[in-house]
């Protein structure tokens, strides 16, 4: 009989104390990001770590990241060639298009608050500390004296708003001045500015590093890339010139992705998150005009409206940028050729 008692009382120890210990495994969820490289601070440091608080407070679920960060035009062209980005967060609207078009996004991205732009910047020109150059104005990169740098619309999506912001102004002073859109003026300013590019390289970012280097006496660049120097410390002063163009920085879901890892639930609640005051406060904080109103209204005095912003609908909208300005007949195109001529 004692034989038998501790026996019984063994396996109640065997059943019950596994069962003491044993704790739900909590579940993992994994998205991936693939964004342009400009924004890799903001989500690393504050988005991401935010959503993960978020999430695993609201659901008691981990998300794990798998991020990405290249420039835009290259993000996207990875996308479509398989990375298996669940949220893309780029440059501009034409590379989430070249998404759309091969099937991987199949609902209206742009059927979300503020069209599905979840960030706004502007093109700036940064110069040398205490002005060397006496740059104020688009037409002083004109000048003999000074180098400009800017990234490479063939391989930098987010190089097409600098030369947008060149031609477009162009276009902007010549109707304020002339009462008339004249492109001949723009196509001129941006042919001697073009001259006067010294390095072309293949990101936003890229170029900043060259100009870092002490490398040209101008960069023409976003205003969210100076403001981030500014941030961490660096002395690196910009001009928000008259007529510069407003840039606007599209998110979507891809669908196909999103489906196949069966996570459109904390897909789209980042997404969401994206949007949020606290989101949109800490893009904010990083360089990065919000979108959201109330948000706006706290930073205004920190990104002052230029006298005569245009947007890329003033261009004819991104068809007509993509023929107009860097098809194969197009102003840029064009423009570059002659001064390889020429050389």
């Known amino acids: 009989m004692k034989n038998m008692k501790n026996f019984l009382i063994f396996c109640l120890i065997f059943i019950v104390i596994p069962g003491c210990g044993n704790k739900k495994e909590e579940k993992v969820r994994t998205l991936t990001l693939g964004a342009y490289t400009v924004t890799r601070e903001v989500y690393c440091k504050e988005i991401i770590p935010a959503f993960k608080k978020y999430w695993n407070e609201k659901t008691g679920e981990k998300v794990r990241f798998v991020d990405s960060y290249l420039p835009s035009g290259a993000q996207s062209r990875a996308i479509a060639s398989g990375f298996a980005a669940d949220i893309a967060a780029l440059s501009l609207e034409q590379d989430i298009t070249r998404l759309e078009e091969l099937g991987l996004i199949t609902h209206n991205w742009k059927n979300r608050e503020y069209n599905g732009f979840v960030t706004r910047s502007v093109v700036?020109?940064?110069?040398?500390?205490?002005?060397?150059?006496?740059?104020?104005?688009?037409?002083?990169?004109?000048?003999?004296?000074?180098?400009?740098?800017?990234?490479?619309?063939?391989?930098?999506?987010?190089?097409?708003?600098?030369?947008?912001?060149?031609?477009?102004?162009?276009?902007?002073?010549?109707?304020?001045?002339?009462?008339?859109?004249?492109?001949?003026?723009?196509?001129?300013?941006?042919?001697?500015?073009?001259e006067r590019v010294k390095v072309m390289d293949k990101s936003g970012r890229d170029s900043v590093n060259t100009f870092k280097e002490g490398i040209g006496d101008a960069l023409v660049t976003y205003e969210n890339e100076a403001l981030l120097r500014q941030k961490q410390g660096e002395e690196f002063p910009f001009i928000i010139p008259k007529a510069t163009i407003l840039i606007e920085n599209p998110v979507a879901l891809i669908d196909k992705n999103v489906e196949k890892h069966q996570n459109g639930d904390v897909a789209e609640a980042f997404v969401d998150f994206l949007f949020s005051n606290d989101s949109q406060r800490a893009f904010a904080a990083y360089g990065f005009r919000p979108v959201n109103e109330v948000i706006s209204l706290e930073f205004a005095r920190k990104y002052p409206r230029p006298e005569y912003l245009f947007e890329i609908h003033y261009l004819g909208g991104w068809e007509h940028v993509y023929t107009n300005i860097y098809g194969p007949e197009g102003t840029w195109t064009k423009v570059m050729s002659e001064l390889s001529d020429e050389k």
């Open 124 to 194: 700036v020109i940064c110069y040398r500390p205490r002005n060397p150059k006496i740059i104020r104005d688009w037409q002083d990169l004109q000048r003999d004296d000074v180098d400009v740098i800017y990234p490479n619309p063939r391989t930098s999506g987010g190089a097409m708003w600098c030369v947008n912001a060149i031609y477009g102004s162009g276009l902007k002073l010549s109707e304020v001045y002339q009462q008339k859109k004249d492109p001949q003026y723009a196509r001129n300013l941006l042919k001697k500015i073009q």
